[in-house]
T-cell receptor, first 111, second 117 residues
Framework: GQQLNQSPQSMFIQEGEDVSMNCTSSSIFNTWLWYKQEPGEGPVLLIALYKAGELTSNGRLTAQFGITRKDSFLNISASIPSDVGIYFCAGRPSGTYKYIFGTGTRLKVLA | DSGVTQTPKHLITATGQRVTLRCSPRSGDLSVYWYQQSLDQGLQFLIQYYNGEERAKGNILERFSAQQFPDLHSELNLSSLELGDSALYFC????????????????FGAGSRLTVL
């Protein structure tokens, strides 16, 4: 099915390091969302972006809506063990009602 | 608790059978989305309803169907089940469709895990 290109697929990092992940699409999106999913649970919203160029923070997390409206990135600063999980981007293609999800970035933090 | 309720949490059934998954959206939300997540995979969009009407369709198989009732709860019906249908099925709800605001973000339920043997 249709999915966004999300990278990297997985990351193993040391506690305290910064993390960066991104999503790209061939279509223009009018909304970007970033979610975190932990084992056996549903995705939980981290950050929502609505305008090209928008930069939004939520604690140690920062996300940006790309100027071209075809990409977005998420940064996590000073990672901690509880950051472990799968991070998904989701975008709403312009002119549609549905949200398309990225393939996910699996993050493991080594203490 | 996200406010989106999905039942059952777990379901084990045999190939060829039919099951119904139920979702109650967050209070005040009019839109319901269904997603399928196979093992270690991403979230595949199946279908979306808004205030009882089908709004968008994804890669939903013909063996699957869904509806949203007047009280806004939704049901996903899966029939002639195959081994490959084993997955987590998530329901998400949102408040409105077109507004560029927090009302259109998706809030997910905890999912229904379907195992087909």
């Amino acid at each position: 099915g249709q999915q966004l290109n999300q990278s990297p697929q997985s990351m193993f990092i040391q506690e305290g390091e910064d993390v960066s992940m991104n999503c790209t699409s061939s279509s223009i999106f009018n909304t970007w969302l970033w979610y975190k999913q932990e084992p056996g649970e549903g995705p939980v919203l981290l950050i929502a972006l609505y305008k090209a160029g928008e930069l939004t923070s939520n604690g140690r997390l920062t996300a940006q809506f790309g100027i071209t409206r075809k990409d977005s990135f998420l940064n996590i600063s000073a990672s901690i063990p509880s950051d472990v999980g799968i991070y998904f981007c989701a975008g709403r293609p312009s002119g549609t009602y549905k949200y398309i999800f990225g393939t996910g970035t699996r993050l493991k933090v080594l203490a | 608790d996200s406010g989106v309720t999905q039942t059952p949490k777990h379901l084990i059934t045999a190939t060829g059978q039919r099951v119904t998954l139920r979702c109650s959206p967050r209070s005040g939300d009019l839109s319901v989305y269904w997603y399928q997540q196979s093992l270690d995979q991403g979230l595949q969009f199946l279908i979306q309803y808004y205030n009882g009407e089908e709004r968008a369709k994804g890669n939903i198989l013909e063996r699957f169907s869904a509806q949203q009732f007047p009280d806004l709860h939704s049901e996903l019906n899966l029939s002639s089940l195959e081994l490959g249908d084993s997955a987590l099925y998530f329901c998400a709800s949102s408040g409105t469709e077109g507004s560029y605001s927090g009302a259109n973000v998706l809030t997910f339920g905890a999912g229904s895990r379907l195992t087909v043997l």
